[in-house]
């Protein structure tokens, strides 16, 4: 069976680095490897219209910004195909008749959206578009084909529900859909990092953000200023590293060679873990470190940024033909899952003769 891999973000504001850690970090790693048959990188502008219905300029802004992003990160349109989902008409009708395979009070036990409705204040009022973006999502997935898609944790839930309709369509009509496999950060940090004000998920709707672009003084400001154990207030006391999120944001993102270019004092991450939590070591040594290594990590991406930022067209035509080749896909799926339910009419010869058949015989 061939390997594809699908994933994507929705283009509500500039990524950040929860979903560098999250998911584009590793995108670019498998990227690289060549294991893929085929890659489908998709800026989800028919998903934040969901939740955004009244604000489509955000959404049409921020298409170049995701698309800059990704580039800035690594992806390589030679290697991945980076498409614009509501330019693909193929997942609307999947969607439509996946809505068929799942009832209302299954998509209400979604956690995710779930906590999602709370954050937005949807609970009286919850669009039907975003209450059933998880439907959209599976037909996401599937219109590719994607065997594996890796995301952070609050997509588990979005995950089952596709496995789920996957399973139904092909127990209905027939072996015709792929499931896929979610591939989840190996690292707890990872899976769901939080905003910088310590709250559970980095997220743009949160404003809790360092985002891929930051100038270095935006970046240094926020990690001076971010949460960390509020009961550490002398130097000599003992800190903890539970929800410390300074501490959350190393794990995330340090790698053995910072400590001998930045703080070679200690040895590795778990030696000045073992030290903040003995006492004597302050709140601003740490800090001062993880700006050093999110500084580290963060130019390259942002001077790789600024090269493609010198010709908007090209990324513009870039979207346009990986929106094209991914097009091309979804509708070869799309014929199969229609042949399957039998809604193909006009290219059924066998169906023509045999209502003809039944009228002759008369
Ligand atoms: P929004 O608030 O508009 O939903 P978001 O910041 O949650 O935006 P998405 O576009 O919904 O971002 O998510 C894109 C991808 O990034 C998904 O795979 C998601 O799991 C991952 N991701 C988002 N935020 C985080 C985070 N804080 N930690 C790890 N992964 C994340
Ligand atoms: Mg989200």
Redesign the pocket.
């Known amino acids: 069976m061939k390997k594809i891999m699908l ?7 500039k ?2 680095v ?2 560098y ?4 970090r590793r995108r670019v790693e498998l990227q690289n490897t060549g294991d893929f048959d085929e890659i489908f990188i998709m800026i ?1 502008d028919a998903q ?1 219209l969901t ?1 955004n219905a009244d604000n489509p300029e955000k959404v049409r802004q921020n298409i170049i910004e995701v698309a800059l992003d990704y580039l800035a990160c690594g992806l390589d349109p030679e290697k991945s195909t980076i498409l614009i989902q509501s330019q693909i008409p193929e997942l609307c009708e999947l969607s439509f008749y996946y809505m068929n395979l799942v009832t209302v009070s299954r998509l209400q036990r979604n956690p995710t959206v779930k906590s ?1 409705i709370q954050m937005r204040n949807f609970e009286a009022s919850i669009p039907v578009g975003f209450f059933t973006y998880p439907i959209s999502q599976a037909a996401d997935i599937t219109a590719f084909k994607a065997t594996v898609v ?6 588990m839930p979005m995950l089952e529900q596709t496995k789920e309709i996957v399973h139904k369509f092909n127990s209905v009509y027939g072996e015709t859909l792929v499931e896929p496999k979610i591939l989840l ?1 190996e690292n707890q940090a ?6 910088t004000d310590g709250k559970a ?6 404003g809790n ?1 360092i985002y891929l672009s930051e100038e270095p003084d935006e970046i240094k400001k926020k990690v001076f200023s971010m949460f960390t154990d509020p009961n550490h207030i002398r130097i000599e006391d003992p800190g903890s590293l539970e929800g410390n999120t300074v501490f959350t944001y190393l794990d995330a993102f340090c790698r053995p060679e910072y400590f001998p270019e930045f703080l070679p004092e200690y040895e590795n991450l778990d030696e000045l873990k073992a030290h903040y939590q003995r006492g004597g070591l302050g709140d601003m040594k740490v800090k001062r470190f993880l700006n050093n290594v999110l500084q580290a990590e963060l130019e390259p991406i942002r001077n790789r940024r600024k090269e493609f930022q010198k010709d908007i067209p090209a990324v513009y035509e870039m979207l346009k033909a990986g929106t094209e080749k991914a097009e091309k896909v979804a509708a070869e799926t799309l014929r199969d899952v229609k042949a399957a339910m039998k809604i193909n009419y006009f290219d059924d010869e066998e169906l023509v003769r045999m209502q003809t058949a039944k009228y002759t015989e008369e």
């Open positions: 994933t994507g973000d929705r283009p509500t504001g990524l950040h929860g979903h850690v999250g998911s584009l989800a934040a939740d999602e890796p995301v952070g944790e609050d997509q950060p990872c899976m769901r990092l939080p905003g998920k980095m997220s743009k709707s949160l953000c």
